[in-house]
């Protein structure tokens, strides 16, 4: 069983430009684990070098936070999905150093 | 409530007609006062759309001039108005448009010491800055002065809209209690934007500005717009305000405006950095680079992007992108050849946080091209393209 992860620009450099990327996992730990398994590059941008998932680092599975779900606990099904949903500053613009 | 003159009702016939607006919806935006953070790629067309719309005070926080860089989406500004102070500019393009509001303009960066202060006179910010302390400098702001913060962001082909700190609606710190440490986020300057992205946001920012204003359909309050022009696609995730929030929490610990660069984690090293700084002695001139190059004993290493070098590139030059450079150190002279390199990209930002980053790993012998490409092509070599 595979679920969908959405990968947001910044970081899909590290999945080959992939917008979107099938991974197993019956919850959503599980399903971030195998995607920094097979996307390896991802790991430390998602984890901190304890493990814990990075705090900039917002996990939706379908349109809720996992922070008010179970966490990584969080059981996952076939039709869900889950985003990465990374802190992003952008906006007016200036001179290109 | 103030009346509507002769010119006004005619120029805003579309909305008066409209049953959602009319005369009153007309008048609450003339009454309305938005105060638009940055006015850059998303406060051009934000601030170009609310003052068309006929929002009565309008006030812009900038304080950069117009960059030849900046007219690929900064859509207030034309090619005459490159040099000139973006307040200036900004200013003469929306009197230009609707001669019958106000423009306000704060030609400062917002600080701890001044945002309140800015702040006092409007009644929704919409925050379209380019930088982390800055986004949680207004999200603070905002919820300490009890103001809806319009929040739009953007990063290549992404964008991100909602409304925080609106009363029991969740704030910025909300949705991320901590800003991503220095540098592992790239900004729109590393990144690139593409053009029509922030014109998409900036629009949205201000649809939901002027729904707040008129008290009419369903806010993004509570809700995070997530868009993906590649995939044009627009998802809505639902966000919550977190109770432990320091800002807006049930015990908010932060009650007061902090300093931001340091929550940041923006040290004065990084700062220095980030402003293309390295001690004078790790820097070199264009003039020696040369001398060094014509001698063959320098190793030139161009940290700018791919697309970058494809525009221009200084003869001998070995390309590593900035971030790729940490896990490409064995590409570059091993530390103990004595062989010295010498780091560039367009001005000598990026370069220095590379010469920091060498430094770090044990290169002694590394500088800091000062004015990078640019200065290159301004001093030696006029013949490339500059950009």
């Known amino acids: 069983m595979a679920t969908t992860v959405f990968i947001p620009t910044p970081l899909r450099p590290f999945t080959d430009q992939q917008a979107t990327v099938q991974v197993a996992g019956a919850s959503v730990g599980e399903v971030l684990q195998n995607l920094v398994t097979v996307h390896a590059e991802l790991r ?54 | 409530m103030t009346e509507l003159n002769s010119d006004e009702v005619r120029r805003y016939s579309r909305h008066l007609i409209m049953p959602e607006v009319g005369v009153e919806g007309q008048r609450k935006l003339k009454e309305a006062r938005v105060l638009c953070i940055g006015a850059g790629g998303l406060g051009s ?25 900046n007219l690929q989406r900064q859509v207030l500004f034309s090619t005459d108005d490159v040099g000139r102070p973006k307040l200036r500019a900004a200013s003469d393009r929306l009197k230009g448009l609707n001669p019958n509001i106000r423009i306000v303009g704060h ?7 001044n945002a309140l202060d800015i702040f006092k006179d409007y009644d929704i910010i919409v925050d379209g800055a380019d930088n982390f302390p800055t ?17 739009g962001s953007i990063f290549r082909f992404d964008g991100q809209v909602s409304i925080f700190a609106t009363k029991g609606g969740p704030c910025y710190r909300c949705l991320y209690p901590e800003p991503p440490p220095p540098g592992l986020v790239p900004s729109c300057a590393e990144g690139g934007v593409l053009g029509v992205l922030p014109g998409i946001v900036g629009t949205i920012q201000a649809a939901e500005a002027i729904k707040l204003i008129l008290k009419i359909g369903e806010s993004m309050v509570g809700r995070l717009l997530l868009f993906d022009a590649l995939q044009m696609k627009f998802r809505m995730l639902k966000l919550q305000r977190d109770v432990n929030c320091p800002v807006c929490g049930d015990h908010p610990t932060v009650t007061k405006l902090i300093d931001y660069e340091q929550f940041c984690g923006i040290t004065p090293q990084v700062k220095a950095a980030d402003q293309g700084k390295v001690s004078a002695d ?16 320098v190793f030139l290493l ?5 697309r970058e070098w494809e525009i221009s590139r200084i003869e001998g030059a070995t390309l590593i992108p900035l971030g790729e450079l940490p896990k490409r150190l064995s590409e570059l002279p091993d530390p103990t050849s004595g062989l010295e390199i010498v780091v560039q990209c367009k001005t000598g930002i990026r370069s220095a946080k590379a010469v920091n980053l060498l430094r770090e790993k044990g290169y002694t012998r590394v500088k800091n091209l000062r004015g990078g490409i640019m200065e290159w092509i301004q001093r030696i070599d006029p013949s490339l393209h500059s950009y």
Do not use: W
């Not at chain 2, 068309?52 to 812009?60: D, I, R, W």
């Not at chain 2, 030609?107 to 010491?113: G, I, K, R, V, Y």
């Open chain 2, 282 to 297: 790790q820097e070199m001139s264009v003039s020696d680079l040369k001398a060094r190059l014509d001698q063959h004993n």
């Open chain 2, 45 to 69: 067309p934000a601030a170009l759309y609310l003052a068309a719309a006929g929002v009565g005070t309008l006030g812009l926080c900038d304080f950069d001039a117009v960059d030849f860089s």
């Open chain 2, 135 to 151: 986004r949680y400098l207004v999200n603070d702001a905002c919820v300490l002065s009890g103001k809806p913060n319009v929040y």
């Open chain 1, 44 to 97: 430390n941008h998602l984890f901190a070098a304890d493990g814990k998932l990075r705090s900039f680092v917002n996990v939706y599975l379908n349109d809720e936070d996992i922070r008010y779900l179970n966490k990584e606990q969080t059981p996952v099904g076939a039709s869900d999905t889950v985003s990465i949903v990374p802190s992003v500053a952008g906006g007016a613009g200036e001179v290109r150093p």
């Open chain 2, 302 to 306: 161009d940290v700018r992007e791919p």
């Open chain 2, 107 to 113: 030609e400062t960066m917002l600080t701890s010491a």
